[in-house]
């Protein structure tokens, strides 16, 4: 496996042939209607939670957060300022850091703590701490809880989390300095539990998401709702001239309760393993992985958006995973192990030794549970002390198709969300919404296994950095906000109107556009109702069904 992929190396730094897809349509600012937020002297728009059903919109940003309209975010409903104290900014900026940018209180987590309330975090001038904001009078109820674990010291270290019933799952670095990354659940009910503060387990790591996989309910396997955090990580498994990225999934299983006297308050079900991005016919591998969106159907699918830092090639990658595929990794893969002075080609080895019982790593499932193992803490040493020892799974995760689904040449893509339309062919359809780091949104969909960027919209003309990306789940307005370091932006996932002839309409591809005969015009279709016979479309590209007098072309 090593060797493999130091190959995959060697020929992608002689050879990076680039990809061409660009968009079919451009929208400028000038000509459509995007919807902005922002408030002066106010920054760092990054942290983005939707509550779709009361159509509110919460923005964390520099010292404040905001609660505004979903539908019309230029609509402000309330806002909650959070400062750090003059006593707080100056004992930071007597440790080094920037008293106007560093020594504030960057919100950075988010999330949804009851019907009523909020659980938000900063990073309070490299003292982080936590609060419960009331939605009702949108207040903070002072509780200045040491966010530490929860939230990361530094605005500009990476961190991702995510609530799962009233639990608070998080990654980012435990320490002022940035040098002990840690995953770790903040429980009102369950136990604290943490990595290992060891290299095997985490090495440096960028996080950008994590999210909660439920296990269907009455599985046969009797298995467990999973936690799964995505990051790039320096690797532990080659050698290399210069310190090797490799992107990784990792999991961890919502009933863990840590060991009774191994891996005490310590996760007993972490796993990780690589994630495989890479084009086999351009030796191009992807190596970096900046963003993740679950699309959480029966089946649910994990879209990642990477990029490379071998030879600086200016090229970004999308790739999907199906979760059958990333659990067959950790279910019935083999592990790596430590390598020995022999084996000094590499650091790491696939394990071939006896594999304790119950397997390590698992969820307590029905297995586990015929052996008379009903908690993690009842688990027998010699299983903890494997998974302790062995938290890398030799096997890697590929992506469906075993090659990405879009590649791009001169962009870094930054952000994902995944959609998924059912067209008028009663085909369902996969359209992503990417975002790059010069504020453009790409939006792109496979048919018939050709892939297209069917539009690119300018979302900021200033050229800013997309930060964050959220869509919307309401059926006939969906919406996707982008955030920056200056505003948010709201745009509907569609500019079917703008789309003045029937050929324009149907050459666009765009599973949201269809003509209307009636209306004589171009409609989305998620607006209508009942008006299949009215209606225009074709994924194809086929114009041909398009009345004569309205198959103008653009």
């Given at each position: 496996m090593a060797v493999y992929f130091l190959s995959f190396l060697v020929c992608f730094a002689l050879r990076a042939e680039a990809f061409a897809l660009e968009p079919r349509l451009t929208w400028q600012e000038s000509e459509i209607s995007l919807t902005r937020f922002q408030v002066q002297d106010v920054y760092n728009y990054s942290t983005l939670l939707l509550s779709d059903d009361n159509n509110v919109l919460y923005i964390g940003a520099r010292e404040v957060i905001f609660a505004v309209n979903s539908q019309n975010i230029s609509e402000k409903k309330q806002e909650a300022y959070w400062k750090v104290t003059e006593v707080k900014n100056e004992e930071c900026s007597r440790k080094g850091k920037s008293k106007q940018t560093e020594c504030l209180n960057y919100i950075r987590v988010l999330q949804p703590f009851n019907e009523s309330a909020l659980f938000v975090c900063g990073t309070n001038a490299f003292q982080p701490v936590c609060d419960i904001l009331e939605l009702n009078s949108f207040k903070l109820a002072g509780k200045n809880e040491d966010g530490r674990g929860r939230c990361p010291f530094d605005p500009a270290q990476s961190y991702t989390s995510v609530?799962?019933?009233?639990?608070?799952?998080?990654?980012?670095?435990?320490?002022?300095?940035?040098?002990?990354?840690?995953?770790?659940?903040?429980?009102?009910?369950?136990?604290?539990?943490?990595?290992?503060?060891?290299?095997?387990?985490?090495?440096?790591?960028?996080?950008?998401?994590?999210?909660?996989?439920?296990?269907?309910?009455?599985?046969?396997?009797?298995?467990?709702?999973?936690?799964?955090?995505?990051?790039?990580?320096?690797?532990?498994?080659?050698?290399?001239?210069?310190?090797?990225?490799?992107?990784?999934?990792?999991?961890?299983?919502?009933?863990?309760?840590?060991?009774?006297?191994t891996l005490q308050k310590k996760w007993t079900t972490f796993l990780k393993a690589r994630m495989i991005c890479h084009s086999p016919e351009n030796n191009l591998i992807f190596n970096v992985v900046n963003d993740v969106f679950i699309l959480k159907l029966r089946e649910p699918v994990i879209y990642g958006v990477f990029t490379s830092h071998l030879n600086n090639v200016g090229m970004s990658a999308v790739c999907s995973y199906s979760l059958s595929t990333v659990e067959d990794v950790f279910t019935k893969g083999k592990y790596m192990q430590s390598a020995t002075v022999e084996q000094a080609h590499t650091k790491w080895v696939q394990f071939n030794g006896e594999i304790p019982k119950p397997r390590p790593g698992a969820c307590i499932n029905n297995e586990a549970k015929a052996m008379n193992y009903t908690s993690s803490l009842n688990l027998p040493d010699k299983t903890l002390q494997f998974v302790k020892d062995h938290p890398l799974m030799d096997d890697s995760v590929a992506p469906i198709g075993k090659r990405p689904k879009l590649v791009h040449q001169n962009v870094t893509y930054t952000q994902i969300v995944v959609d998924q339309v059912t067209a008028l062919d009663?085909?369902?359809?996969?359209?992503?919404?990417?975002?790059?780091?010069?504020?453009?949104?790409?939006?792109?969909?496979?048919?018939?296994?050709?892939?297209?960027?069917?539009?690119?919209?300018?979302?900021?003309?200033?050229?800013?950095?997309?930060?964050?990306?959220?869509?919307?789940?309401?059926?006939?307005?969906?919406?996707?906000?982008?955030?920056?370091?200056?505003?948010?932006?709201?745009?509907?996932?569609?500019?079917?109107?703008?789309?003045?002839?029937?050929?324009?309409?149907?050459?666009?591809?765009?599973?949201?556009?269809?003509?209307?005969?009636?209306?004589?015009?171009?409609?989305?279709?998620?607006?209508?109702?009942?008006?299949?016979?009215?209606?225009?479309?074709?994924?194809?590209?086929?114009?041909?069904?398009?009345?004569?007098?309205?198959?103008?072309?653009?």
């Open positions: 609530m799962v019933d009233g639990d608070l799952y998080s990654g980012t670095s435990f320490t002022f300095l940035g040098s002990e990354p840690i995953i770790c659940r903040n429980s009102q009910h369950l136990s604290y539990l943490r990595t290992e503060y060891a290299v095997p387990w985490l090495n440096e790591p960028r996080f950008v998401h994590a999210d909660v996989i439920r296990a269907p309910e009455n599985n046969p396997d009797g298995d467990d709702d999973k936690v799964y955090f995505f990051f790039t990580e320096v690797s532990v498994e080659y050698e290399f001239f210069n310190k090797l990225l490799i992107p990784r999934i990792a999991r961890v299983c919502k009933s863990d309760q840590g060991g009774l006297r009663g085909n369902t359809y996969d359209v992503m919404f990417i975002s790059t780091d010069k504020g453009m949104l790409h939006k792109a969909v496979s048919h018939d296994m050709d892939m297209r960027i069917i539009e690119e919209i300018v979302l900021f003309p200033d050229h800013q950095a997309i930060q964050t990306l959220l869509l919307s789940d309401k059926q006939a307005k969906r919406y996707i906000y982008a955030g920056s370091s200056t505003e948010v932006v709201q745009t509907p996932v569609a500019f079917c109107e703008k789309l003045a002839s029937c050929a324009e309409c149907i050459l666009t591809r765009d599973p949201y556009c269809a003509w209307h005969k009636g209306k004589n015009s171009c409609v989305n279709i998620l607006a209508e109702s009942n008006t299949d016979r009215l209606l225009i479309q074709s994924l194809n590209g086929d114009s041909s069904h398009c009345p004569v007098d309205s198959q103008g072309e653009k």
